[in-house]
C-alpha cells in the first residue's frame, strides 16, 4: 500500500489499483509512477489475481506528469528520472487491465488509461494530451496508441490543439470500450473484471498478447502467430474443462492449468 496508490483484492480474482492524490488532480510524479509500477508488479506475481481494475478518484483519473516537478528539469534530467521503467512494467503486464475513468484524463493520464485493454468512462470524463500547451509533446505512448486507437485525423487534432474530448466523443472515435453514468464506473470496471476473472486466465493473457502485438505486424504474421496459440490451448486442462462443462451443461472452473 502506497502513499499514494492503494491496492485491494475485490470479487475474486480482481485486483484494484486506485491511485489518489487529488490535491494534485492525481498528478503522476515520481513517487506515483513507482507505486503505480509496485502495484502491478505485485498484482503480476499474485496467481489469485486475474485480471486488473486501474481507476482513479470519483473527480479525476490523472491531470497528466507532474508539471511542477518537471517544470526546470533538463534534457539531461528528464532522461535520468527512471520514468520509463514503471511505464515498462505497465506495457509488458501480461493480465487483462480494465481502466475506470472519471473526470480528467488528461497527458500521461491519458496514455495511463490507453496503456488498458478495456476503457469504462463514467459521462463526465474528458481525455485530452495536452502536453503541447506546455511546451512538449506526449511522453508515455500518446502520440502511438493514440493514433492506433483512434486514427490519424482525430489523433493529430487532439495532440495538435490539446483540446479534450468529451466520454461520448472518444467513444465515438473508439478510445473508450464503454460510457456509463459517472457514479457506475467503478462499478461497471469491476463487473468486467470479475467476468474476465471467471474466464481461462492462460486464454485471456494469450488474447491480450495475440492483440497488442498483431497491431504492429503484418496480418499473415498475427495469423501464424494466432493459430499457433490456438492449437497451444489444446494443452490446457482449462479447454479441456470448459468444452466439458458445456456437454456436460454445467458452469466451468476454470484453473489456470
Ligand atoms: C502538477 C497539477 C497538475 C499536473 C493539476 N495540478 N494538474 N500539478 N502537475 N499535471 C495541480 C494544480 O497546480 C493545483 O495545485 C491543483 O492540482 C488543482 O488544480 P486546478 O487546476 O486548480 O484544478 P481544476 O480547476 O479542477 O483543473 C483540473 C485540470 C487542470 C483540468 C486537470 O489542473 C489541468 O489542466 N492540469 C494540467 C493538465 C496537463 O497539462 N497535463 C499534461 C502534463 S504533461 P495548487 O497548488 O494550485 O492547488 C504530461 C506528459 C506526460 O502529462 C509524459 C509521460 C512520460
Redesign the pocket.
Known amino acids: 500500500m502506497g502513499e499514494f496508490v492503494k491496492t485491494s483484492l475485490e470479487q475474486a480474482g480482481v485486483g484494484l489499483i486506485r491511485f489518489d492524490r487529488p490535491?494534485?488532480?492525481n498528478?503522476?510524479n515520481e513517487v506515483v509512477r513507482g507505486e503505480l509500477a509496485a502495484a502491478f508488479e505485485q498484482f503480476g506475481a499474485d496467481d489469485a489475481v486475474r485480471c486488473v481494475v486501474l481507476a482513479g478518484t470519483d473527480k479525476?483519473f490523472a491531470?497528466?506528469?507532474?508539471?511542477?516537478?518537471m517544470a526546470e528539469a533538463s534534457a539531461e534530467d528528464m532522461a535520468n528520472t527512471g520514468?520509463e521503467a514503471a511505464?515498462q512494467v505497465i506495457r509488458r503486464f501480461a493480465k487483462p487491465i480494465v481502466a475506470a475513468v472519471n473526470g480528467?484524463a488528461?497527458?500521461?493520464?491519458c496514455?495511463l488509461a490507453m496503456h488498458a485493454d478495456i476503457i469504462v468512462a463514467g459521462e463526465g470524463a474528458k481525455f485530452g494530451q495536452?502536453?503541447i500547451?506546455?511546451g512538449?509533446i506526449?511522453?508515455?505512448g500518446g502520440t502511438q496508441r493514440l493514433t492506433r486507437a483512434v486514427g490519424k485525423f482525430k489523433a493529430m487534432q487532439m495532440l495538435l490543439t490539446g483540446e479534450p474530448v468529451s466520454a461520448a466523443d472518444a467513444s465515438a472515435m473508439g478510445l473508450v470500450s464503454e460510457v456509463v453514468a459517472d457514479d457506475q464506473a467503478l462499478a461497471r470496471a469491476l463487473e468486467i473484471a470479475s467476468r474476465i476473472a471467471r474466464l481461462p486466465p492462460i486464454a485471456a493473457r494469450e488474447i491480450k498478447r495475440l492483440v497488442l502485438s498483431g497491431v504492429d505486424k503484418p496480418l499473415d504474421d498475427g495469423l501464424i502467430d494466432e493459430r499457433r496459440t490456438f492449437v497451444s490451448m489444446f494443452d490446457t486442462e482449462d479447454q479441456k474443462e470448459g468444452m466439458r462443462a458445456f456437454i456436460e451443461k454445467r458452469r466451468p472452473d476454470f484453473k489456470g492449468k
Open positions: 490535491e494534485a488532480r498528478a503522476l479525476v491531470a497528466g506528469a507532474d508539471i511542477k516537478a520514468g511505464w480528467w488528461l497527458g500521461g493520464g496514455e495536452p502536453e500547451r506546455v512538449i506526449p511522453g508515455a
